[in-house]
Nanobody
Framework: QVSLVESGGGSVQAGGSLRLSCVAS????????MAWFRQAPGKEREGVAA???????NYADFVKGRFTISEDNAKNTLYLQMNSLKPEDTAMYYC?????????????????WGQGTQVTVSS
């Protein structure tokens, strides 16, 4: 059974940084495409960044140059380094995994989800 557990969220001031982690289990990590999504109150969930098994990445325009997705296969862990945070980055951040969704940022492409970690950025 696939399990994804996020951590690393918190409250920071604008301009600050956070690193989110997602520990994966129950599947052969490294064979799945991994991604980060976020959902702000009253808004739909949106793709933030995705990482394919070959190392290729895809970022939403609103985080390019500020966020970096990476992974440590030995630890079965996905990361999202978030720099230059803005109040509009405030949201619940979710880790997602799928076997056949190469760097997609579409929610419908992912079958496996974590419970999320809250990120709050104050001005």
């Amino acid at each position: 059974q696939v399990s994804l557990v996020e951590s690393g969220g918190g409250s920071v001031q604008a301009g600050g940084s956070l690193r989110l982690s997602c520990v994966a289990s129950g599947f052969s990590y490294g064979t799945y495409c991994m991604a980060w999504f976020r959902q702000a109150p009253g808004k739909e969930r949106e793709g933030v960044a995705a990482l394919d098994t070959d190392g290729s990445t895809n970022y939403a325009d609103f985080v390019k140059g500020r966020f970096t997705i990476s992974e440590d296969n030995a630890k079965n862990t996905l990361y999202l380094q978030m720099n230059s945070l803005k109040p509009e980055d405030t949201a619940m951040y979710y880790c997602a995994a799928d076997l056949t969704s190469p760097v997609s940022l579409k929610e419908s492409e992912y079958d496996n989800w974590g419970q999320g970690t809250q990120v709050t950025v104050s001005s």
